[in-house]
């Protein structure tokens, strides 16, 4: 018989008529600022001595996110409930679902490791932390893993310029801005060489993204490098890496999947080949 389920933390989220993006819904990226919010104000409400983790140090190192159905403006929250879904010793994964109403829009898992950063490393969870995470502790059903897959010598580059607004407390891009980066690569593909927005909705339904080396503010570009990893017969994968042209530095790698309300056509798919890997599967090969 199983255990009693633990409790969970509830976050009302409030929605921003800025959030909504061209198609009248709130943008995929923006679920990232939802999740933070709910995360943050989890940490400040959890036991005495648990809001320092936001003081002395507290890194995400990966996000997966499952669309579930699309969100509009309206007067009432979002609502996010939290729990911890996995603990290790130096690590913790934090499990949401964010409801719309009676409506699951979406769920998702950001793992997190605690940092000290006066000593510049990663340091294991203490008794006041372990104590106050296993309270919530609810292991669920795990998301499908996406394959991790490189993006290529061929893929697309798109100039990444930070933003002096995209640091956080801690002096870095602030996770989630690296999904507002992955959408501009994502978009600049989409909106090269074929009209894509030709009265066709297509919804991303998936995007994973690990965070591998922290990206800090600077004048010289980075890029986002993308390729197609796979066409299916209404939906395509892409696969992105955040990275210095100069140093070759990788600082996070996602993938996404993109669906759309029909199957795609011959110059669709065609349109994606030109940034396929070389064994993508379902694209068209010269």
């Known amino acids: 018989m199983p255990g009693p389920t633990r409790p969970r933390f509830r976050y009302d989220s409030p929605r921003r008529w800025g959030d909504l993006d061209a198609q009248g819904h709130v943008n995929n990226a923006v ?5 933070q919010d709910a995360r943050v104000a989890f940490l400040h409400a959890g036991a005495p001595g648990l809001a320092d983790m936001l003081r002395t140090g507290v890194l995400v190192v990966a996000h997966q996110v499952e669309y579930l159905a699309p969100v509009g403006f309206g007067p009432e929250p979002l609502v996010v409930s ?3 879904d996995a603990l290790g010793a130096s690590r913790f994964t934090v ?12 769920r998702a898992r950001t793992t997190l490791v605690p940092y000290d950063l006066d000593a510049g490393r990663v ?9 106050a995470f296993e309270a919530y502790l609810d292991p669920a059903e795990p998301l499908r893993p996406l394959p991790k897959v490189g993006v290529g010598e061929g893929a697309a580059r798109y100039p990444l310029t930070v933003r002096w607004s995209d640091l956080d407390a801690f002096g870095h891009v602030n996770n989630v801005k690296f999904y507002d980066y992955v959408q501009e690569a994502r978009v600049a593909i989409m909106t090269a060489g074929l009209d894509w927005s030709a009265g066709v909705v297509w919804s991303i339904v998936r995007q994973d ?6 990206l800090d503010f600077r004048s010289e570009p980075y890029e986002v490098a993308t390729s ?6 209404r939906s395509f994968t892409l696969a ?16 996404t999947v993109a669906v759309g309300p029909r199957p795609l056509d011959d110059a669709e798919r065609t349109a994606l080949s030109t940034w396929a890997l070389p064994d993508a599967a379902g694209v068209p090969q010269a």
């Open 228 to 233: 197609v990893v796979a066409v299916g017969s």
């Open 123 to 131: 340091r294991r969870l203490n008794e006041v932390e372990r104590a």
């Open 95 to 106: 499990g949401y679902d964010v409801l719309d109403g009676d409506t699951l829009a979406a």
């Open 240 to 255: 992105a890496e955040i990275r210095d042209p100069a140093s070759g530095t990788v600082h996070a790698r996602s993938r």
């Open 82 to 84: 939290l729990w911890i």
């Open 31 to 35: 679920y990232l600022d939802h999740l």
């Open 209 to 214: 993204l690990e965070h591998l080396a922290p």
